[in-house]
């Protein structure tokens, strides 16, 4: 079990940057304190008891997909030594799945209890609004949980398909992967074993793709776009 813990920061009201802390309590498994300012602890604190969770812990269901890229994986694939990814992948699938159906009951009874009707706030940017006032209907968050069901599939056919066909590296999980999280909003980290070179292949090419998915780049200016992030960079000054 793994949960989060909002803490207020030790260093002022609006500093986020404070290390977290990590720690075992018991049934409750590891918790994690996260120092945030105390606008957002009280917030937090109101819709937690309005759930009746007075310990303030936010249950967290982790999942880790992995897919080697360099020479190791070349070498890996060459050996037939690639089992126990194909493993980590089927089982962290298995546990992203259960988590959507948990996602979608839960919005899904939400908008029946009511009425129908709610706030684009409570559900994901990507829903069509309804003709009430940009409001978001049973109909069309029914619409959008079949979108994400579908995202879901095409994942679990990634999967399958590495495993049964043998796909020497399958990178097309890494997009399927991150795409489906940011859609269902949820936290999500990319890493190499030196989050340096690989890393920043996989954020840029990301970065890209949500240019031209929400701000407008055009498909034929993707390549560019990807290659002046990766030789310019995208570091403050």
């Not at 949980?145 to 097309?172: H, P, Q, W, Y």
């Not at 074993?193 to 793709?209: C, G, I, L, N, P």
Request: hydrophobic residues 40%; proline residues 4%; aromatic residues 6%.
């Amino acid at each position: 079990a793994f949960s989060l813990k909002l803490v207020v920061s030790p260093n002022g009201a609006t500093n986020m940057m404070n290390p977290v802390k990590v720690s075992r309590a018991g049934p409750n498994g590891w918790i994690m304190e996260v120092p945030c300012p105390s606008l957002i602890i009280d917030i937090s604190t109101r819709i937690l008891k309005a759930k009746n969770n007075e310990a303030g812990l936010i249950k967290v269901t982790a999942v880790l997909f992995t897919q080697g890229i360099n020479e190791q994986q070349t070498v890996a694939n060459a050996m037939g030594d690639s089992v126990l990814q194909d493993i980590i992948n089927r089982e962290q699938f298995t546990r992203l799945e259960k988590y959507f159906e948990a996602y979608r009951d839960w919005h899904q009874a939400h908008f029946a209890s009511s009425g129908g009707l709610s706030s684009p706030s409570s559900t994901s940017s990507s829903s069509s609004p309804s003709s009430s006032g940009g409001r978001h209907t049973t109909k069309n968050v029914n619409t959008e949980m079949i979108v994400l069901g579908k995202a879901l599939s095409a994942i679990g056919t990634s999967v399958e398909k590495k495993r049964v066909f043998r796909i020497k590296k399958d990178v097309v999980i890494l997009p399927l992967v991150a795409d489906f999280c940011r859609k269902i909003h949820a936290g999500r980290c990319t890493s190499c074993k030196s989050a340096k070179d690989r890393t920043s292949m996989s954020v840029t090419w990301e970065q890209a793709r949500l240019l031209l998915e929400h701000h407008g780049l055009p498909q034929n200016a993707l390549e560019t776009a990807v290659q002046a992030m990766r030789s310019a960079g995208v570091c403050r000054s």
